[in-house]
């Protein structure tokens, strides 16, 4: 059986890394607290501190347990290490002009797990990603829109 390997920039998996130590060691100890102090209260059955109490814990015992298998599997890629060549790979930032609307927009492309438009940060896996991967400064693509295809000119290739 092969392990997939899931791509993280190095500031994404030490995102990872800092959200895993926090659950372990701050808030882990904190619903232990909850739970014993919900406990004391007396019957258990109608408790509904309790019940919250052992909810969350599920749900941090959860998400440490899919930080750990992500971090496992994780194929760190440090963009300072790349040979830097104008050209748009994994980990670059990249700014690009619609060439219709004149619009500037800047994109970090990341892995699956890190992705977050909100910090203009896409999936290596979204249809803007595979479309600028291997190209370089100066080129025009394409991109597959819901509602149509946008045409963009990549102005910018950043490796920091």
Do not use: C
């Not at 130590?21 to 102090?37: F, G, N, Q, T």
């Not at 109608?46 to 052992?54: F, I, K, P, V």
């Not at 899919?66 to 040979?83: F, G, M, T, W």
């Not at 670059?92 to 699956?112: A, C, K, M, P, R």
Request: proline share 2%; glycine share 4%; net charge negative.
């Amino acid at each position: 059986m092969s392990i997939n390997k899931i791509p993280l920039t190095k500031n994404g998996a030490e995102k990872l890394r800092e959200e895993l130590h926090k659950l372990k060691s701050v808030d882990r100890s904190k619903i232990i607290s909850a739970i014993a102090e919900a406990r004391a209260h007396g019957d258990l059955k109608e408790n509904a501190e309790y019940h919250a109490a052992r909810e969350e814990q599920s749900f941090i015992e959860a998400r440490i347990s899919e930080l750990e298998q992500n971090l496992a599997q994780a194929q760190i890629i440090d963009i300072n290490q790349l040979k830097q060549d104008d050209r748009v790979v994994f980990g670059v930032t990249v700014n690009l002009i619609n060439i219709e609307t004149e619009d500037e927009v800047s994109y970090q492309i990341v892995g699956d797990l890190e992705a977050d438009i909100k910090e203009n940060k896409i999936s290596v896996n979204s249809p803007i990603a595979r479309a600028l991967i291997g190209k370089k400064i100066g080129d025009e693509v394409q991109v597959q829109a819901p509602s149509r295809v946008i045409s963009y000119e990549i102005t910018m290739v950043d490796y920091k």
